[in-house]
């Protein structure tokens, strides 16, 4: 062949390969299984939580996964202690931000080891790195170490995200759809309920696990699914459970469900026990994002007692000044 | 020394003052603290004397939200979102309530009155400690003074540039202050181990509502924490309006008494 030729073949080559080579890599990850998502299990005492949550960086702490997992399938949570504890989550644990004022009991931190095994944490979840394909775990009990602690149930990656990532085209599914409704955090009345409206989906495990990857409805970004609400009869060993414009509200069932002291459950933001304490909360049960009569009580008297004060300030000021200079 | 004399004995101030300032300590919820910091500014305003001591609950509202600002910008080591920044913003303003608690109490009472209270063991430190709780009102009135003298010579004394020539006479003249109320105080029998009880303190019925209604207060807030009630320390994640117990507010009421019975000294 004539050296152009040759030349011209080479550069050809050398450019077709240059752009064919990163797709036929990329389809080749792809094929491997790329993961994007970590997984969340929750073992409340009485049931068990299981969420594949999407990532939004490459590596999470375990609290950011925990408030993904929120807006994603409307988990509920409470943190304490600046955000660097857990108090609350899916409706047990203590209210108020002392993680700890239910000692011995707490939530305990675990890591999945891989093979459905779990390894108890050694630093708080604010400081720890989560990454795709991790398997983050919590369990409500007693015990200060691994060996004293209920661990969460046995659950690798494979169990709870399923064949999430081997079809890429398919991952948006399960992972992410952020249902459009309650999202984790914000200034109303209902953050704590996580999804304000009637998102069952993702939070209920019955029995067993969830895996909201293959129950969601894919597109739209209504994750309410029926064949999967709270079932009142298998959440938990006796609580009653009603719901009723958007909120949801759990009594606690203290006997029925031996482990888990089921402290309090939500309803638009109004941590109360539901032993009725007068103390408690100053009748906010009543009103959903309205103003308790405590809180209305306090601003009164804060207003009354200043202003009396700036009264009577203002009486001495003028005596002062006329005695002031000799 | 001031002339003034409150109607309420020494002792009754510092119940007062040390309850609600417990009190306080035991929570982070903005509304009860925001109380509580109405509450001694009631109290202050109605009970405080004229003269300098008044301006030096001011000084103590400056350093009260100086902690608040300096502890909520502490949050730039760590995270910064919504709820670091109030959880910040509410230690800071535990403290600042304690600081403004303080205040009231050191701007309604005269220091050497509560130094008669101390027992002849510990005379001596309460005298230090009578001499640093005035040094607030102390330092103001040689500050005005300091000032005024530089005004009749000319000195420029408004402005950000002027604070520096007034820091070393002000510091002058309170060395020197401290060393004429020292020998003062000598001469009237304050040295060591030549006190007398001439004209002691009474204990009036205000007095002892004042200090029980205090204690009757604290105790509540205690009781409140010890069982986890009245959302004491709210959790800032979600961010979400702290509950407010109805009790814990009537209980916070409590240390409002000394604005209703003390009032300032009538002339005995």
Same mark, same amino acid.
């Given at each position: 062949? $004539?050296?152009?030729? +040759?030349?011209?073949? =080479?550069?050809?080559?050398?450019?077709?390969?240059?752009?064919?080579?990163?797709?036929?890599?990329?389809?080749?990850?792809?094929? =491997?299984? #790329?993961?994007?998502?970590?997984?969340?299990?929750?073992?409340?005492?009485?049931?068990?939580?299981?969420?594949?949550?999407?990532?939004?960086?490459? #590596?999470?702490?375990?609290?950011?996964?925990?408030?993904?997992?929120?807006?994603?399938?409307?988990?509920?949570?409470?943190? *304490?202690?600046?955000?660097?504890?857990?108090?609350?989550?899916?409706?047990? *644990?203590?209210?108020?931000?002392?993680?700890?004022?239910?000692?011995?009991?707490?939530?305990?931190?675990?890591?999945?080891? *891989?093979?459905?095994?779990?390894?108890?944490?050694?630093?708080?979840? %604010?400081?720890?790195?989560?990454?795709?394909?991790?398997?983050?775990?919590?369990?409500?009990?007693?015990?200060?170490?691994?060996?004293?602690?209920?661990?969460?149930?046995?659950?690798?990656?494979?169990? +709870?995200?399923? #064949?999430?990532?081997?079809?890429?085209?398919?991952? &948006?599914?399960?992972?992410?759809?952020?249902?459009?409704?309650?999202?984790?955090?914000?200034?109303?009345?209902?953050?704590?309920?996580?999804?304000?409206?009637?998102?069952? =989906?993702?939070?209920? &495990?019955?029995?067993?696990?969830? $895996?909201?990857?293959?129950?969601?409805?894919?597109?739209? &970004?209504?994750?309410?699914?029926?064949?999967? $609400?709270?079932?009142?009869?298998?959440?938990?060993?006796?609580?009653?459970?009603?719901?009723?414009?958007?909120?949801?509200?759990?009594? =606690?069932?203290?006997?029925?469900?031996?482990?888990?002291?089921?402290?309090?459950? +939500?309803?638009?933001?109004?941590?109360?026990?539901?032993?009725?304490?007068?103390?408690? %909360?100053?009748?906010?049960?009543?009103?959903?994002?309205?103003?308790?009569?405590?809180? +209305?009580?306090?601003?009164?008297?804060?207003?009354?007692?200043?202003?009396?004060?700036?009264?009577?300030?203002?009486?001495?000021?003028?005596?002062?000044?006329?005695?002031?200079? &000799? | 020394?001031?002339?003034?004399?409150?109607?309420?004995?020494?002792?009754?101030?510092?119940?007062?003052?040390?309850?609600?300032?417990?009190?306080?300590?035991?929570?982070?919820?903005?509304?009860?603290?925001?109380?509580?910091?109405?509450?001694?500014?009631?109290?202050?305003?109605?009970?405080? /004397?004229?003269?300098?001591?008044?301006?030096?609950?001011?000084?103590?509202?400056?350093?009260?939200?100086?902690?608040?600002?300096?502890?909520?910008?502490?949050?730039?080591?760590?995270? !910064?979102?919504?709820?670091?920044?109030?959880?910040?913003?509410?230690?800071?303003?535990?403290?600042?309530?304690?600081?403004?608690?303080?205040?009231?109490?050191?701007?309604?009472?005269?220091?050497?009155?509560?130094?008669?209270?101390?027992?002849?063991?510990?005379?001596?430190?309460?005298?230090?400690?009578?001499?640093?709780?005035? !040094?607030? /009102?102390?330092?103001? @009135?040689?500050?005005?003074?300091?000032?005024?003298?530089?005004?009749?010579?000319?000195?420029?004394? @408004?402005?950000?540039?002027?604070?520096?020539?007034?820091?070393?006479?002000?510091?002058?003249?309170?060395?020197?202050?401290?060393?004429?109320?020292?020998?003062?105080?000598?001469?009237?029998?304050?040295?060591?181990?030549?006190?007398?009880?001439?004209?002691?303190?009474?204990?009036?019925?205000?007095?002892?509502?004042?200090?029980?209604?205090?204690?009757?207060?604290?105790?509540?807030?205690?009781?409140?924490?010890? @069982?986890?009630?009245?959302?004491?320390?709210?959790?800032?994640?979600?961010?979400?309006?702290?509950?407010?117990?109805?009790?814990?507010?009537?209980?916070?009421?409590?240390?409002?008494?000394?604005?209703?019975?003390?009032?300032?000294?009538?002339?005995?």
């Amino acid at each position: 062949m $004539k050296p152009g030729r +040759v030349r011209a073949a =080479a550069v050809s080559l050398a450019v077709s390969a240059a752009v064919l080579l990163p797709i036929a890599g990329g389809v080749t990850l792809a094929c =491997a299984g #790329s993961r994007d998502h970590a997984a969340l299990v929750i073992d409340t005492g009485s049931q068990s939580l299981e969420y594949c949550v999407a990532l939004t960086s490459s #590596s999470v702490t375990g609290m950011e996964l925990i408030k993904l997992a929120s807006s994603q399938y409307g988990l509920q949570y409470s943190l *304490g202690f600046g955000s660097k504890a857990v108090c609350q989550l899916a409706g047990v *644990g203590v209210s108020g931000g002392d993680c700890f004022s239910d000692f011995p009991n707490f939530w305990a931190y675990w890591h999945g080891t *891989g093979s459905g095994g779990w390894s108890w944490a050694s630093t708080g979840a %604010a400081d720890t790195s989560v990454q795709a394909g991790d398997v983050e775990g919590w369990s409500w009990g007693k015990g200060t170490d691994a060996s004293s602690h209920n661990a969460p149930p046995s659950r690798s990656y494979e169990n +709870v995200c399923g #064949s999430i990532d081997s079809d890429p085209g398919s991952g &948006g599914s399960g992972g992410d759809g952020s249902g459009g409704s309650g999202s984790g955090g914000s200034g109303s009345g209902d953050e704590d309920q996580g999804a304000g409206s009637g998102d069952g =989906a993702g939070a209920d &495990g019955g029995t067993g696990s969830s $895996k909201p990857s293959e129950d969601s409805t894919t597109g739209s &970004g209504n994750k309410e699914n029926p064949g999967s $609400k709270r079932d009142p009869a298998t959440t938990d060993g006796g609580g009653t459970e009603s719901e009723g414009a958007g909120r949801t509200t759990r009594t =606690a069932s203290q006997s029925g469900s031996g482990a888990a002291t089921d402290r309090l459950s +939500v309803s638009d933001g109004a941590n109360e026990s539901p032993e009725g304490l007068a103390l408690a %909360a100053g009748g906010s049960a009543g009103t959903p994002g309205g103003i308790s009569s405590g809180t +209305v009580l306090a601003l009164a008297a804060i207003l009354i007692l200043a202003g009396a004060g700036a009264m009577a300030a203002r009486k001495t000021r003028f005596a002062g000044r006329h005695e002031r200079k &000799g | 020394m001031s002339a003034r004399g409150n109607s309420l004995h020494p002792a009754a101030w510092i119940v007062w003052a040390t309850c609600a300032g417990m009190a306080a300590f035991t929570t982070t919820n903005p509304f009860y603290l925001g109380l509580v910091i109405a509450i001694s500014w009631f109290v202050f305003a109605t009970n405080r /004397p004229d003269g300098p001591e008044a301006r030096s609950f001011r000084i103590f509202l400056m350093f009260a939200a100086i902690t608040v600002a300096l502890r909520t910008t502490l949050v730039i080591f760590g995270t !910064i979102d919504a709820s670091n920044i109030v959880y910040a913003a509410l230690e800071g303003l535990r403290i600042a309530t304690l600081l403004i608690v303080f205040g009231a109490f050191n701007s309604v009472t005269d220091p050497f009155g509560v130094l008669r209270l101390a027992p002849r063991r510990f005379h001596e430190p309460a005298l230090a400690a009578a001499l640093a709780l005035s !040094i607030a /009102p102390r330092t103001i @009135t040689a500050a005005g003074r300091v000032r005024e003298a530089q005004q009749l010579r000319g000195i420029r004394v @408004t402005g950000l540039r002027s604070l520096p020539a007034l820091a070393v006479p002000v510091l002058e003249t309170g060395m020197e202050d401290a060393v004429t109320l020292a020998e003062s105080m000598d001469a009237r029998g304050h040295g060591r181990g030549r006190r007398t009880r001439y004209r002691p303190e009474r204990w009036s019925g205000a007095a002892v509502a004042v200090a029980a209604t205090a204690a009757a207060g604290m105790f509540i807030y205690f009781a409140a924490a010890f @069982t986890e009630r009245g959302d004491l320390q709210p959790s800032t994640d979600p961010l979400h309006w702290p509950q407010v117990s109805t009790a814990l507010v009537l209980a916070a009421l409590l240390f409002a008494l000394p604005g209703i019975v003390g009032g300032k000294a009538r002339a005995p």
